[in-house]
């Protein structure tokens, strides 16, 4: 019997697992950084926008930068900041929420910088 729900248990969260990797989105932002200073000040933004969306109620959605090696000769696009979201709903709920807002606006001019003439996707899993 144990072993019974214990599989049943497991099947459900697998399915649970499928459901919510199937809605999920990611959104995809390429860019170039100038200088080291604007880059600590953009990751500075970053660290804070995830702890509001945990504040707000959405912890399973964030932000994360990535950025090209020093020895790679690629010379534009080298920084990429990705998004995770669990659904579109979330995605346009952290959005629209006040304290997403009040975190834009806050770190516009800093952060504008990396939006002007980014290479920007929105991504849904393809299965």
Same mark, same amino acid.
């Given at each position: 019997?144990?072993?019974?729900?214990?599989?049943?248990?497991?099947?459900?969260?697998?399915? %649970?697992?499928?459901?919510?990797?199937?809605?999920?989105?990611?959104? &995809?932002? !390429?860019?170039? &950084?100038? *200088?080291?200073?604007?880059? @600590?000040?953009?990751?500075?933004?970053?660290?804070?926008? %995830?702890?509001?969306?945990?504040?707000?109620? !959405?912890? *399973? *959605?964030?932000?994360?930068?990535?950025?090209?090696?020093?020895?790679?000769?690629?010379?534009?696009?080298? %920084?990429?900041?990705?998004?995770?979201?669990?659904?579109?709903?979330?995605?346009?709920?952290?959005?629209?929420?006040?304290?997403? @807002?009040?975190? /834009?606006?806050? *770190?516009?001019?800093?952060?504008? &910088? !990396?939006?002007? /003439?980014?290479?920007?996707? @929105?991504?849904?899993?393809?299965?």
């Amino acid at each position: 019997m144990k072993k019974t729900i214990f599989l049943l248990m497991m099947s459900v969260m697998g399915l %649970n697992m499928i459901a919510s990797a199937q809605k999920a989105i990611t959104t &995809v932002h !390429f860019y170039d &950084v100038k *200088n080291a200073a604007m880059e @600590k000040t953009y990751i500075a933004s970053l660290k804070e926008i %995830n702890a509001i969306m945990v504040e707000i109620g !959405f912890p *399973n *959605n964030y932000y994360s930068y990535l950025k090209l090696n020093e020895s790679d000769t690629t010379s534009t696009y080298r %920084n990429c900041t990705i998004g995770h979201w669990t659904s579109d709903q979330a995605y346009k709920a952290i959005h629209e929420h006040p304290k997403y @807002k009040a975190w /834009g606006a806050k *770190n516009k001019d800093n952060n504008a &910088v !990396f939006i002007t /003439g980014q290479l920007y996707r @929105k991504m849904y899993a393809a299965d």
